[in-house]
T-cell receptor, first 114, second 112 residues
Framework: KQEVTQIPAALSVPEGENLVLNCSFT??????LQWFRQDPGKGLTSLLL?????REQTSGRLNASLDKSSGRSTLYIAASQPGDSATYLC?????????????FGKGTHLIIQP | IAGITQAPTSQILAAGRRMTLRCTQD?????MYWYRQDLGLGLRLIHY???????GKGEVPDGYSVSRANTDDFPLTLASAVPSQTSVYFC???????????FGQGTRLTVV
């Protein structure tokens, strides 16, 4: 059964810093990996999707990398801003169980201090 | 563009009552999903549908049923609600299974 772990669980930093959020998964046979952002009381917003054949994806100040063989992904946030404060979730498709859908990590709760 | 619309946004429900959470998408996506999000447990898959007319069970399907009569709608029914079904429910869709997933804004359900 696929398991997804995100470290750290929470992070508080002053604005302007560059950040790295970590995600690890136990089954490396994944189609892709997706990073989401969730604001309090809101739904999930898709940030980046990395296909299994890709090493990284970039969108603005966000860069996500994927190392399938080691079961790891990182989300790099450059020049953090208070508006980046949110919970960041990574997810990979189910494996081995026959179900389609995503297995999620429990998220990193990020606070950017003005 | 509406994307995914869930209704209601919140609901307080008496235990034992029947409830249907509605989900509609206007992106003509084939795959649709229902998740529940609970503090400390994260998001877990309840049911999914890879295309209209087919459904499947996820990680936590007990007490829930779904139908997929057409591409756009994927309702989730609680036949007889119990307090442990208190949660935030999210509907999601993707163009195909295992492609980028897009989420609705959620339904906050409290069963008392």
């Amino acid at each position: 059964k696929q398991e997804v772990t995100q470290i750290p669980a929470a992070l508080s930093v002053p604005e302007g810093e560059n950040l790295v959020l970590n995600c690890s998964f136990t089954d490396s046979a994944i189609y892709n990996l997706q990073w989401f952002r969730q604001d309090p009381g809101k739904g999930l917003t898709s940030l980046l999707l990395i296909q299994s054949s890709q090493r990284e994806q970039t969108s603005g100040r966000l860069n996500a990398s994927l190392d399938k063989s080691s079961g790891r992904s990182t989300l790099y946030i450059a020049a953090s801003q208070p508006g980046d404060s949110a919970t960041y979730l990574c997810a990979v498709p189910y494996s081995g169980g026959g179900a389609d859908g995503l297995t999620f990590g429990k998220g990193t709760h990020l606070i950017i201090q003005p | 563009i509406a994307g995914i619309t869930q209704a209601p946004t919140s609901q307080i429900l008496a235990a034992g009552r029947r409830m249907t959470l509605r989900c509609t998408q206007d992106m003509r996506h084939n795959a649709m999903y229902w998740y529940r999000q609970d503090l400390g447990l994260g998001l877990r898959l309840i049911h999914y549908s890879n295309t209209a007319g087919t459904t499947g069970k996820g990680e936590v399907p007990d007490g829930y049923s779904v139908s997929r009569a057409n591409t756009d709608d994927f309702p989730l029914t609680l036949a007889s609600a119990v307090p442990s079904q208190t949660s935030v429910y999210f509907c999601a869709s993707g163009e195909q299974p295992n492609t980028e997933a897009f989420f609705g804004q959620g339904t906050r359900l409290t069963v008392v």
